[in-house]
């Protein structure tokens, strides 16, 4: 059974910065698609940024020149990291892996909260 676990979440001021972090499980698990997704409340659950297998990042709009994804391969962790922040990035954040490949996995989600 694969998990994903993240964690970084807080609150912080607008214009601070935050590194989320999802470590996948087992070790060896591996995905050509990971991403993080985010859930605002009252509002649908949106794509913020991917990373395909070979390497390939995609952003949305709204964080782009902000948000940095990366993964550190020898550890299977992803991150997510959070230049500054703006109250409309509030949300739960989510971890999610594999929809490529007809699977799918999610983690529990780390909140996250930008005050103005």
């Known amino acids: 059974q694969v998990r994903l676990v993240e964690s970084g979440g807080g609150s912080v001021q607008a214009g601070e910065s935050l590194t989320l972090s999802c470590a996948a499980s087992?070790?060896?698990?591996?995905?050509?698609?990971m991403g993080w997704f985010r859930q605002a409340p009252g509002k649908d659950r949106e794509g913020v940024s991917t990373?395909?297998?070979?390497?390939?990042?995609w952003y949305r709009d709204s964080v782009k020149g902000r948000f940095i994804i990366s993964k550190d391969k020898a550890n299977n962790i992803l991150y997510l990291r959070m230049n500054r922040l703006e109250p409309e990035d509030t949300a739960v954040y989510y971890c999610?892996?594999?929809?490529?490949?007809?699977?799918?996995?999610w983690g529990q989600g780390t909140q996250v909260t930008v005050s103005s």
């Open positions: 999610a892996a594999g929809w490529c490949e007809d699977t799918g996995y």
């Open positions: 087992p070790a060896t698990y591996s995905s050509a698609c």
């Open positions: 990373l395909s297998g070979d390497g390939g990042a």
